[in-house]
């Protein structure tokens, strides 16, 4: 009896230490930094993926990349306001979450999405990548050259029925890319936005936006021309074939606005830095479309919003048809 209990108590024991351990393992593989131990260079010892062969971040050399004609981009709700905006510090990044009223969230057709999903891509959250000076900041490079900041907005495929579902899946993932460069004036809402910064400067903290703008005035204004290749997601878990697209025209903003980013803080240091370094392109084609304005199209009224260039041809030829008719006179 004394034996039976004996083995009861070690094969609790066990039974604990093995649950403890795992836990401590659960906790260790989602942690991750980008310095020392935790750093990109040791990603892949926790996350598989992340030591494959079509990762991102990559150089583009734009010498090597080929042309190639896309259906127009048409991109829907992206003018509509969101009921309420969370931004959250996660010890990583600034991540961005919006929340909209049914069948008004900001979705993506057309370009090289276009053979891949015939009902698009659906807009899931944008964070931010930066560095501790204007050399470094961007993950992406252009010829070599970093921008100091970097904006990725995720998309899920709406095939998949979920976020999770889709991760890792064939093409399930999109990201747009948009570089930041140093203005004297900001994009869009990056002022109202960057003045709430001091409120989440610590890990972990969070604030909710109710007075919002729409997810378009987060981004540089020429939509029309973008380089797309096939990679990661930049964090673990690393999955692959996510398509991405990194449009050639930076976001403007201030070098006070980019400050803010700077400091905020994770683990008693300041948040920074947080971008993987570039990773080799591996004989994978890089694409540039041919210039194609892009369509916006609001479904609260089910009409498309023609491009501003659309808008000026338009407007002119109104106006060379109103000279005709009064010379006519």
């Known amino acids: 009896m004394s034996c039976h209990r004996n083995a009861n108590g070690l094969s609790g024991a066990i ?26 260079a040791h990603w892949g010892e926790e996350y598989a993926r992340c030591t494959g062969k079509h990762q991102s971040p990559i150089n583009i050399n734009h010498v090597s990349v080929k042309q190639n004609s896309y259906p127009k981009l048409e991109f829907h709700n992206f003018n509509v306001e969101p009921k309420a905006m969370l931004v959250t510090n996660n ?52 010829d070599n050259h970093a921008y100091p900041a970097e904006l990725h907005v995720v998309l899920r495929n709406l095939e998949y029925p979920s976020f999770a579902s889709a991760l890792g899946k064939d093409h399930g993932i999109a990201v747009m890319a948009f570089f930041f460069q140093i203005s004297s004036t900001a994009t869009g809402g990056y002022s109202n936005f960057t003045s709430l910064l001091p409120q989440i400067e610590r890990k972990g903290q969070s604030v909710k936006i109710t007075r919002t703008f729409p997810l378009r005035q987060y981004f540089s204004k020429d939509l029309s021309n973008y380089y797309t290749y096939t990679g990661s997601l930049t964090t673990p878990p690393c999955s692959e074939e996510v398509i991405w697209m990194d449009f050639r025209t930076p976001i403007d903003i201030t070098e006070k606005q980019l400050n803010a980013f700077r400091l905020l803080t994770a683990h008693d240091d300041h948040l920074k830095n947080n971008f993987r370094p570039t990773q080799p392109l591996n004989d994978r ?45």
Not at 95 to 116: D, T, Y
Not at 309 to 323: C, G, M, N, S
């Open 15 to 40: 039974i604990a230490f093995l649950v403890v351990f795992a836990l401590a393992g659960g906790v260790r593989a989602q942690d991750f930094g980008y310095e020392g131990r935790s750093g990109p």
């Open 91 to 142: 010890g990583h990044t600034v991540l961005v979450k919006m929340s909209f009223n049914e069948g008004k969230a900001p979705r993506v057709k057309g370009g090289p999405l276009a053979e891949k999903s015939s009902v698009g891509y659906q807009f899931k959250q944008f964070h931010f990548h930066w560095g501790e000076n204007d050399t470094v900041g961007s993950e992406d490079k252009i």
């Open 285 to 329: 084609p890089v694409y540039s479309n041919r210039e194609e304005a892009p369509l916006f199209v609001d479904s609260s009224a089910g009409e498309r919003t023609p491009h501003f260039k659309t808008v000026f041809l338009v407007t002119l030829l109104a106006v060379v048809l109103k000279d005709d008719d009064l010379s006519e006179a």
